[in-house]
């Protein structure tokens, strides 16, 4: 769709403002509603501290929801591919998504290679003042070829995948992150512990 074809559809849709607000919907969940991106290589560890951590948060009566980057592509992202172009729709519609759960005063943990600054920095665009906290899981590349939990690694040095982050594509390591978890040095409940203690600290955990 063309951006003056996008441009006539929004002149005619009037934004709906709810009688009930973000803040309304996080007063009565008890928390700070926040978007939790973490980024970083295939097999760095997002997705396991990710749903580390949201079992955390269930056993302190947070409400939250995790986005993973799989998940996403069986339904809402199944039609995208793996080009650069797809890349950047990808995450634009994961970003509308988190800016919705947020909305509604949720915790969201947002598990996403993400490998585009800019798309990051869309992503952050969308939200508040301290609503959007990038989380960078960093382990070397040479650690998470080692991992390659899903054999992707190995297809991808032998050919048969394409444009793979860290092998044929790039990732840009984020600058400034609320958060580095050094996955190589700490375990998955040490990494976790290092996000619980953020949150606590900035007042998301009311």
């Not at 006539?8 to 309304?24: A, M, R, S, T």
């Not at 760095?44 to 986005?67: D, M, P, R, V, W």
């Not at 172009?85 to 759960?101: T, Y």
Request: net charge neutral.
């Amino acid at each position: 769709m063309s951006t003056k074809q996008q441009q006539d559809n929004l002149d005619n849709v009037v934004w709906h403002q709810h009688k009930i607000g973000k803040q309304q919907r996080a007063k009565a969940k008890q928390q700070k509603p926040c978007v939790l991106w973490f980024t970083g290589l295939s097999g760095s560890g997002k997705s396991t501290i990710a749903n580390l951590l949201e079992q955390k948060l269930f056993e302190l009566s947070k409400q939250s929801y995790l986005l993973d980057g799989d998940n996403i592509r069986h339904g809402l992202c199944g039609d995208l591919g793996f080009s650069d172009r797809d890349r950047v729709e990808n995450i634009r519609r994961i970003s509308e998504l988190c800016k919705l759960f947020v909305d509604s005063g949720e915790i969201v943990l947002a598990a996403f290679i993400s490998p585009f600054r800019t798309d990051r920095a869309f992503a952050r665009s969308l939200l508040g003042d301290g609503e959007f906290v990038e989380v960078f899981v960093d382990a070397p590349l040479a650690v998470c070829e080692e991992r390659d939990p899903k054999g992707l690694y190995k297809k991808a040095r032998r050919g048969e995948i394409h444009k793979f982050t860290g092998i044929d594509s790039d990732y840009q390591v984020p600058y400034g992150p609320e958060i580095t978890i050094d996955t190589a040095k700490y375990n998955p409940q040490e990494c976790v512990e290092q996000i619980l203690n953020y949150l606590t600290e900035n007042g998301f955990l009311k």
